[in-house]
């Protein structure tokens, strides 16, 4: 089993920056996949960045591409993610997530998706 409890989320104006951290439990933890995705509110979830385990293959949804950075620390079971140039429109709950199952590609769906924090609130003033 793996948990997974994200921190980092708050209030920012327009332009500014937040890191999002997201710790994971489980000794697995550092073989899956980790994505990031929020949801605003009366919107679907969404697929904002993901890493493989290895940290080889990283993709980015193209509205954070150029702004967000993905990356993790195996060593001490984070994923992080770093967030510049924020706008209005990235105001959302963000959730970290793993995917347990080995795939060549990235996935982008939130069911691929098997573990998942309990999301931080970002909001973006302007």
């Known amino acids: 089993q793996v948990q997974l409890v994200e921190s980092g989320g708050g209030l920012v104006q327009a332009g500014g920056s937040l890191r999002l951290s997201c710790a994971a439990s489980?000794?697995?933890?550092?073989?899956?996949?980790a994505g990031w995705f929020r949801q605003a509110p009366g919107k679907e979830r969404e697929f904002v960045a993901g890493?493989?385990?290895?940290?080889?293959?990283?993709y980015y949804a193209d509205s954070v591409k150029g702004r967000f950075t993905i990356s993790r620390d195996n060593a001490k079971n984070m994923v992080y993610l770093q967030m510049n140039s924020l706008k209005p429109e990235d105001t959302a709950a963000y959730y970290c997530?793993?995917?347990?199952?080995?795939?060549?590609?990235?996935?982008?769906?939130?069911?691929?998706?098997?573990?998942w924090g309990q999301g931080t609130q970002v909001t973006v003033s302007s």
């Open positions: 997530a793993a995917d347990r199952v080995w795939s060549p590609t990235l996935r982008v769906g939130p069911l691929d998706y098997d573990y």
């Open positions: 890493v493989s385990w290895s940290s080889t293959n990283i």
């Open positions: 489980g000794r697995t933890f550092s073989t899956y996949a």
